[in-house]
């Protein structure tokens, strides 16, 4: 069975801070690969996919990951974070074959100071 | 508007009840899911759904119950045998194998 590991729990930055947050997967196939976001009071939205193709994809308000086939991740960055990035992210796969649906690592809240 | 309903948003139950959490979406989305989430774990996969009249276990579906006999409703039963059903359910669905997933705005079941 596949698995997601988030490295980072929480993480505190000041606006403006570059941001990395880890994502590794264990899977010995094919997968989908997505970055979701949560934030406070919300509903969880996409930030960004990768399928197949370029391994560096661009997700909504500047948000990008980049997907290392030898490392089995997908770390989600974003050169400068602003107050209104605070919010909890998750990082899932799905695989090609077998069970179809998503699995979560357990998140990072990301605190951004003003 | 298209999208995922998920109701109530608060509810809750006496120990020992059986509880049924709804979960409607008009997007026309062949496939639908049940997460539960809570605090440091992340979303966990309770039941999936690829189509009508089938369904799936996930990691932790000891407890619920599920039922998929209209294409745009998949209603969660938190029965009285799943040891700790104080949590965030989140519903999604999804059109297919080569999409995301879409949620809803989820339904925090306390039972006391």
């Known amino acids: 069975a596949q698995s997601v590991s988030q490295h980072n729990h929480h993480v505190i930055l000041s606006e403006a801070a570059s941001l990395e947050l880890g994502c590794n997967y264990s899977?010995?196939?094919?997968?989908?690969l997505f970055w979701y976001v949560q934030y406070p009071g919300q509903h969880l939205q996409l930030l960004l996919k990768?399928?197949?193709?370029?391994?560096l994809v661009k997700g909504i308000k500047g948000f990008e990951a980049e997907f290392i086939k030898s490392k089995f991740s997908f770390n989600l960055r974003k050169p400068s974070v602003q107050w209104s990035d605070t919010a909890e992210y998750f990082c899932?796969?799905?695989?090609?074959?077998?069970?179809?649906?998503?699995?979560f690592g357990s998140g990072t809240r990301l605190q951004v100071q003003p | 508007d298209g999208g995922i309903t998920q109701s109530p948003k608060y509810l809750f139950r006496k120990e020992g009840q059986n509880v049924t959490l709804s979960c409607e979406q008009n997007?026309?989305?062949?496939?639908m899911y049940w997460y539960r989430q809570d605090p440091g774990q992340g979303l966990r996969l309770i039941y999936y759904?690829?189509?009508?009249?089938?369904?799936q276990k996930g990691d932790i579906a000891e407890g619920y119950s599920v039922s998929r006999e209209k294409k745009e409703s998949f209603p969660l039963t938190v029965t009285s045998a799943q040891k700790n059903p104080t949590a965030f359910y989140l519903c999604?669905?999804?059109?297919?194998?080569?999409?995301?997933?879409?949620f809803g705005q989820g339904t925090r079941l306390t039972v006391v």
């Open positions: 759904s690829q189509i009508v009249n089938d369904f």
């Open positions: 899932a796969v799905r695989p090609n074959t077998g069970r179809r649906a998503l699995t």
């Open positions: 899977y010995g196939g094919t997968v989908n």
């Open positions: 999604a669905s999804s059109p297919g194998q080569q999409f995301e997933a879409f």
């Open positions: 990768y399928f197949s193709g370029d391994p």
């Open positions: 997007l026309n989305h062949d496939a």
